[in-house]
Each structure stands twice: as structure tokens, then as C-alpha cells.
């Protein structure tokens, strides 16, 4: 099983159930999907564009709200490594 962000995709276990943070979800009826990148994009790239918002603000006070984001994303990209 996976679970993409902007077209990034991360391996959560076998997908049986077996391991991973989402098996009660997953046992309770939840259906985890992959969405393709076009649709995962809808919500990704406007996500973004008020992520750096906020971080440009956290810049601005001092705080490494840019850094953070970035590392954030980077946490996604790897999946969490």
C-alpha cells in the first residue's frame, strides 16, 4: 500500500492490514487510496502556496518558517528518513 502528496509516494506497510499506523482505519472500514497526480495536484499545489504564506510570516518574525517547510516536505518525500 501507498499513500501519495503531490505525486510522492510512500510504502505503509504490506497493505494487508499487517503492519502500519492506519490498520484500526483500516479495520474499522476506512479505504486508503492512491490518488493519480492530476488530482493529488488540485490539493497540493494550493496547499503550497499558503504553506510558503505562512512560512514567509514565520520568516518575518524571526522564527525558520521556510526551513520548516522545507523539511517538512523533504520528511514527506523520504517518508520520514
Given amino acids: 500500500m501507498t499513500t501519495s502528496i503531490g505525486g510522492r509516494h510512500r510504502r505503509l506497510g504490506d497493505g494487508k492490514g499487517r503492519s502500519g499506523w492506519y490498520r484500526p482505519w483500516q479495520e474499522n472500514g476506512m479505504e486508503f ?14 496547499w ?20 520548516m517547510l522545507q523539511e517538512a516536505e523533504r520528511l514527506i518525500q523520504t517518508g520520514g528518513k
Avoid: M, N, Q, V
Fill in 33 to 46: 487510496i492512491t490518488l493519480p497526480k492530476a488530482e493529488s495536484d488540485k490539493f497540493y499545489k494550493p
Fill in 48 to 67: 503550497r502556496a499558503h504553506a510558503l504564506l505562512k512560512a514567509k510570516e514565520l520568516d518575518a518574525k524571526g522564527l525558520p518558517g521556510t526551513k
